[in-house]
C-alpha cells in the first residue's frame, strides 16, 4: 500500500491478523510497518496513518539523511556503535560479545553473527515457501557478495548475501520467494514475475527497499 503524507509518497506494509487495534512502527531502515485487525478498510487505515503524519515525515527525514551522510561505523569495546539486525538497529554489544576484542576482532564477529543469524532464518523461511510454491532446493549456503543478494544455479543451489541479516524479515522473504522461484523459471520472464507476484502481491515494494536502502546494509 502506498500513502500520501506531505509532498511524498510513503511505501506501507500492511500485516492482518485477530489483534483489536491499529499499530505503526517506523523501522529504522525506512519501512512503514502497519498492523491491523483482519477486514480492516484500507481507508482506516490510511485515516490512522495520517494521523501520524508530522511524525513520521519527521523521522523518515532524519533516517534520509542519517543514510546519505558519510561515516564512519563505531567499532569500540564499548559497544556503543549502532548497527541493524532484521531491520532494527541495535547496540554492537547486544549483537555480540564486545569486550576485550579489537576493532578488527569485532568488526570479524559482527559478520559472523550476520553469517549464522542469517542461515537460521533462511532455512526457516525457506521451509514455509517451498511449501506454497511446490519446488524443494537442493541446498543453501550464505556467502558474501557486492553484486546481488542472492542466487539459484541449475543444480537448485541457492546463495544468499550475508548482508541481508540487516534487512526487515519481508525483506529477506522477498529474496527467498524470489529465488526459490528461479527453481521453476531460470529467468525473469512473466512466468516468473507471475509467480513472485502469486506469493507476494507487494514484490515491488521489496525491491525499492532494497535498491534504496542496500547501501546502507553494510559493515
Not at 525473469?188 to 507487494?202: A, E, I, N, T
Request: charged share 25%.
Amino acid at each position: 500500500m502506498k500513502i500520501d503524507l506531505g509532498s511524498q509518497q510513503i511505501e506501507c506494509h500492511v500485516e492482518y491478523s485477530s489483534r483489536k487495534k491499529i499499530s505503526i512502527e517506523l523501522h529504522a531502515s525506512g519501512l512503514l510497518i502497519v498492523k491491523a485487525p483482519n477486514r480492516t478498510e484500507d481507508e482506516v487505515i490510511i485515516h490512522t496513518v495520517k494521523q501520524y503524519e508530522s511524525k513520521i515525515l519527521k523521522q523518515l527525514h532524519a533516517l534520509e539523511a542519517a543514510r546519505t551522510a558519510p561515516k564512519v561505523k563505531a567499532y569500540d569495546e564499548e559497544g556503543q556503535g549502532k548497527f541493524l539486525h532484521l531491520g532494527k538497529y541495535y547496540p554492537l554489544h547486544e549483537l555480540i560479545e564486545t569486550n576485550g576484542r579489537t576493532q578488527g576482532e569485532l568488526q570479524q564477529d559482527l559478520k559472523k553473527f550476520y553469517f549464522v543469524s542469517l542461515k537460521k532464518v533462511i532455512g526457516e523461511r525457506i521451509k514455509i515457501y517451498q511449501q506454497q510454491l511446490k519446488v524443494h532446493p537442493k541446498s543453501y549456503t550464505i556467502e558474501e557478495s557486492q553484486t546481488k543478494w542472492g542466487s539459484c544455479n541449475s543444480s537448485k543451489h541457492l546463495t544468499f548475501n550475508y548482508r541481508l541479516a540487516m534487512a526487515p524479515l519481508e525483506v529477506i522473504d522477498y529474496v527467498v520467494i524470489h529465488e526459490l522461484c528461479h527453481i521453476l523459471h531460470m529467468n525473469h520472464d512473466r512466468s516468473f514475475w507471475r509467480r513472485v507476484g502469486s506469493v507476494m502481491k507487494d514484490y515491488k515494494e521489496k525491491e525499492a527497499f532494497l535498491a534504496r536502502y542496500g547501501q546502507a546494509m553494510t559493515l
